[in-house]
């Protein structure tokens, strides 16, 4: 049966034409500070970006995808992409052929004795029945959300990006990563469905639907952090009253809306006070906080030291200067 499939299925490409998109796992790896893609009808993808951001829209939400995150869009969503930057923002995006997650999760959810009487029966009956109901081939459908940089997918990326950056990612490499991202993308998916599970609710439906306009509200604090962001704007953007999302956010991630804010904002400012060398009352405005003492307060209390002191310690991190 492998066989069956193409020379261009069995490749990788990197940065491959329209036409080839799709038709074969791929990468597009870009650096432009202005680009604009409208409604593009892609296949299964994750969206990063190495340096700045961009803005990936679907007719749900709008989406800012920084350093700090990535984001999983299905196959045949129509997306638009916007870069519009002072500076250079370089992009790392991996696509998925039709087909090839579907067959990972196919062995990664079935019993091994039924993969072996049938390897491929299962499969093509799941095509069958979604074909008789109107929905074309049979496709893994992800929640569609920014995911801030984890211990599954995270590495993988950035691994298969310092290969594909210093031209040594060979085929083989390449191959394998594809399947291992799938694997930790399918991992990520069952996280996120036992958190789709705690919303009270006992229809099945309600609890899915009610976990997409929940994770809608968290993007849209991920995406705007900076921000002023009114409790009632961010449910807005969640198609649920105010108290409602509030409630749900405390029960589904451990924290209120405003507690998840804050500690997102601490978060950017330290990845800030790391990798630049911007005054800290600058940083403290440009991740949202008003006051920059109130801001050194609440970095003390969530790191353990003032702002300049971490950026001190981050940047003479050797055994010697921590003695000094």
Not at 110 to 133: G, Y
Not at 191 to 206: G, M, N, V, W, Y
Request: charged content about 25%; aromatic content about 10%; glycine content about 6%.
């Amino acid at each position: 049966m492998a066989a069956n499939l193409t020379r261009s299925e069995s490749r990788v490409l990197v940065n491959p034409t329209g036409p080839q998109l799709g038709a074969a796992n791929a990468i597009i790896w870009g650096r432009a500070r202005q680009y604009h893609v409208a409604e593009f009808p892609g296949p299964l993808s994750i969206k990063s970006v190495v340096h700045g951001s961009g803005i990936w829209e679907t007719a749900e939400a709008q989406r800012v995808v920084d350093t700090g995150s990535y984001l999983v869009l299905n196959a045949s969503r129509p997306y638009s992409i916007t870069i519009d930057a002072r500076e250079i923002v370089e992009t790392f995006c991996l696509f998925f052929r039709p087909g090839f997650v579907e067959d990972v999760h196919r062995v990664e959810s079935r019993d091994p004795v039924e993969l072996l009487n049938e390897p491929f029966a299962a499969e093509q009956r799941e095509e069958k029945s979604a074909v008789a109901k109107g929905h074309g081939r049979w496709q893994v459908e992800f929640f569609e959300s920014l995911h801030g940089h984890d211990a599954l997918v995270s590495p993988l990326l950035k691994g298969i990006y310092a290969r594909v950056r210093k031209g040594t990612a060979t085929q083989a490499y390449l191959e394998d990563q594809f399947f291992a991202v799938a694997r930790a993308m399918l991992r990520v998916g069952r996280h996120s469905e036992k958190q789709a599970a705690r919303i009270p609710a006992k229809k099945l439906s309600t609890r899915v639907e009610l976990y997409r306009r929940l994770l809608r509200g968290k993007d849209f604090l991920d995406s705007f952090h900076a921000e002023d962001l009114p409790l009632r704007e961010v449910a807005d953007a969640a198609c649920v009253s105010p108290y409602h999302f509030h409630r749900l956010f405390r029960e589904v991630f451990g924290e209120t809306p405003n507690q998840y804010l804050q500690r997102k904002r601490l978060e950017r400012a330290r990845e800030l006070l790391e990798s630049t060398d911007r005054r800290v009352t600058e940083i403290s405005m440009d991740v949202g906080f008003e006051s920059s003492t109130s801001f050194s307060a609440l970095f003390r209390r969530a790191f353990g030291c003032s702002p300049r002191e971490y950026r001190y310690l981050s940047f003479h991190s050797t055994p010697d200067s921590q003695k000094k």
